[in-house]
């Protein structure tokens, strides 16, 4: 788009664009011109089909891992372990294919912006044409209701013409636009009144334009660029877990090679051999981590819906758990989005308003004393005047009060009401008779009333222009001359409230004389009688600053990115805490004026940046990104679609959000509300920690099955345990508890805790430390129970591998209960309070029993029935590992528990 038609007169912006005002383009040229600007639609990068993407699911590292198990299960005739394998492949695969394929329809949502049709004057002629044939040049008419068909200089207009930007500037309200053109150089793009862009809507008036740009050149077809030219981050779990997936098998490997090699050194046959060591590789691999991961995940997502957050991308849950930066709009997020008064300067009084919201719930107040307003009649006509000039309505459903209209006029009905004073009581008394709609140039709205016999105008409007119009003021229920000690109080006034981020309105009102037949705006809105001034704030939400306390606590730092001004932004950010002394805000111009490494030196200490573009907003999370920090970045309208991609957590708000930033997102906010992230935070590490922990479980059993194997054939012992006994240990005993622990209980103190460093591994080595001790205490109490039957009560070699295999998979159900904390006791954390890992524990142990008891099991694995002195035996070895972590865990190594 030419960026001086902003700068220019209509004129000279009709012959920019080499067009005419009155008659627009011709036929011949608007071919020409399609020809060389293209159609009027936002175009796609090749996008991957659904194929490859479904066959990229099976390029991790660990999966071709499984796959190969799955081939040496088959080759072995293990059915059972080899289907159960490959199921757990495939699922993985669907569930990510689902995830992602869902994420490439970002710009087919960006595309369902454009209007399908436009009103244009073509040689003189009015038509109606398909949009996207539209071509820069163009002259379009525009009316309350229509899109915006493509970026447009405005050359006329009505007096009300406004248009909702916000999905593109993030502004909230309506803009008030002019035909104007505007005398600074560089003006941002929520600031230039006389241009309309793609993608937006006309909420009030009617105007024409000339087309500035269309398609890929427009300030919506820039940011489409800018989203798909952004690639897709791996989270640090998908990191991690690629990294330790090749260092388990590689030690595994090594661990299997030595059993294979010292069992035929001591003359094993090599087939029994080759059988034994490839049963322990595929038992060794935990080829259950990624559907244990993927499931855990899976019903953290169902958790967090719970807590009005809804997970678009799996991975990304983990991702929250290492956030340090959450980077978040103001308007909506931060704040209710219901601007709400909270105070009054009338008769000389400055009054307090209390309430948030459009619920007409609160009081007055006057110094620190709560007061009637039926006993300050000047406080009581400033109401009058702001409920009798407003054309909203404040109406009360189901879900509370709500406003229809102007959200700045919706305020006022509200305040009037917390007095008692209800429009549609005073509209029964004062009948509308005409109105002066607001419009920039005026910077004011009057709304004519009668009443019986006389008419009065109610007039509203920017402080400064309004006290202009004011002759007379009312103070204490009667009128007089308004002096310039008056006036000099009023300015006073206005700037303390304004010097808060309050946005201020002046009311004021008169009686025409004589009647009113035939309105006269000059006239009518001179020589008023002054009455108030009423300030106003979009408040932040109450449960925001509890929220904010946990990011402090959990040191996340918070971010305030918005396109509203910077006083405000500021004066929000103050209220809330995170903008404290020494802290700095930044406007879009000045990000301009600053170098990357400029901005990167103070980007730590600069909580607030105000009036700012997509590509503001996409430099400051690339920046916070190279710094090393973990950015959830917040977005509802499409301006922020770019960023919200680029982030490590995208965020889109549910209620306000466009498609495209809930496309683009990793996660949608439900219910609009910042607490709302800094809960799914709390799920995010609670989940990681869950994983962490059945990843122990995991590796600390597998540990224990290969060093059963390698220590027994170190010594010169018989075999202890067969193929198929390892890998029904392997699939029954580890798989459904390890599920369990991937749903405990969210540790209550995780968001006292600072986040997690993304180059941290899954495993410490303090943690693999421990879980290479337990595996060794695992194995010890399975070959103990193995020696005590072969060796002591000499029973034979096949009741010494049941009682083996037995304890194997009972310390494991045990040890599972260690997992839980690797420094807290389990009576401590309650030993009932995760059932599912009871429940786990307990069918897992059913199905052993199965194993042992049944004819038709006992031949197919080897095993013989338990007596009761046996069991005795088994369960007081297996509880070795439970009752040993429990008193390391009361001793003095607590220290180094927790470190891991």
Known sequence: MNERLYRVSVEEAAKILNSSLELGLGPGEVEVRLRQSGLNQLQEKGRIGPLKIFLEQFQDFI??????????????????????????????AILGFIQEYRAEKSLAALKKLSSPTSKVIRNGQHEIIPSREIVPGDLIELEAGDNIPADSRIISHTYNFSVQEASLTGESSPVTKTALALEEDKVPLADRANMVYMGTFVTAGKAKALVAATGMNTELGRIAGLVQEIKENTTPLQKKLEEFGKWIVYLCFVLVGLVFLLEWLRGGKIIDVFLTAVSLAVAAIPEGLPAVVTIALALGVHRMVKRNALIRKLPSV?????????????????????????????????FKVSGIGYDPQGAFSLGNKEISADNYPDLKKALVCGVLCNAAQLIKDESGYKIFGDPTEGALLSLAAKAGIWKERLEKEYLFADEIPFD????????????????????????????????????NGSIRALTNTDKEEIAKANVALADKALRVLAVAYRALDGGFDKLDVEKTEKGLIFSGLIAMIDPPREEVKKAMEECSSAGIRTVMITGDHKNTAVAIARQLGFFREGSLALTGEELDRLTDEELSAKILNIPVYARVSPEHKLRIVRLLRARGEVVAMTGDGVNDAPAVKEADIGVAMGITGTDVTKEV??????????????????????????????????????AGEILVMFCASLIGWPVPLLPIQILWVNLVTDGLPALALGVDPVDPGVMTKKPRRTNEGVLTKQRALMFLAQGAFIAFCSLLAFALVLFVEKLGIERARTAAFVVLAVSQLFHSFNCRSTSVSLFKLGILSNKKLIAATGISFILQMVVVYTPFLQRVFKTEPLGLLDWFLVIAISSFPLWAMEIVKRSALKRFLNAV
């Open 665 to 702: 997102s990793d996660m949608v906010i439900t219910d609009d509300n910042f607490a709302s992230i800094v809960n799914a935070v709390e799920e995010g590490r609670g989940i990681y920690d869950n994983i962490k922990k059945f990843i122990h479980y995991l590796l600390s059993c597998n």
């Open 440 to 475: 920039s140039e005026r910077k004011k709205m009057t709304i004519i009333r009668r009443r019986d016999n006389q008419v009065f105008a109610f007039v509203k409007g920017a402080p400064d222009i309004l006290l202009n119009d004011c002759v007379n003021i009312e103070v």
């Open 318 to 350: 983990e991702t929250l758990g290492c956030a340090t930066v959450i980077c978040s709009d103001k308007t909506g997020t931060l704040t209710k989005n219901e601007m709400t008064v909270q105070a009054v300067f009338s008769g000389g009084n400055l």
């Open 63 to 92: 999966i071709w891992i499984l796959i190969a198990a799955a081939l040496i299960s088959g080759f072995l005739k293990e059915w059972v372990d080899a289907l159960a394998i490959i199921a757990i492949v495939v699922l993985n």
